[in-house]
Nanobody, 128 residues
């Protein structure tokens, strides 16, 4: 059973906004770093944003910094990604992932190979 389920994807025009959510089950959510990654057609999966267990550490890919905001609610076992000023190049399948490490270095949360659980993803399409 996949413990992470994403929702909120869809089709939006350039300049628009979408909010993605990821619901976790079957794991102690507050013990996990939560990350968002994306994969566009013909491209490798790439890091988007991550948030530490307490929410104190947040890290963004340079391509989304200032436009996307990651947040989490440990009481509801959810992590969200607010995406504003969307661009056609943001088109991709977006996945959330959970990482059981503990870190004090925000940039280490971008290490894709360290994540333990992955959702199946939600499609985001931005039209020009």
């Amino acid at each position: 059973q996949v413990p992470l389920v994403e929702s909120g994807g869809g089709l939006v025009q350039a300049g628009g906004s979408l909010r993605l959510s990821c619901a976790a089950s079957g794991l102690t959510f507050s013990n996990y770093i939560m990350g968002w990654f994306r994969q566009a057609p013909g491209k490798e999966r790439e890091f988007v944003a991550a948030i530490s267990q307490s929410g104190r550490l947040i890290y963004y890919a340079g391509s989304v910094k200032g436009r996307f905001t990651i947040s989490r609610d440990n009481a509801k076992n959810t992590v969200s990604l607010q995406m504003n000023s969307l661009k056609p190049e943001d088109t991709a399948v977006y996945c959330c992932a959970a990482d059981s490490r503990w870190t004090t270095q925000a940039q280490t949360m971008a290490a894709m190979d360290k994540y333990d659980y992955w959702g199946q993803g939600t499609q985001v399409t931005v039209s020009s």
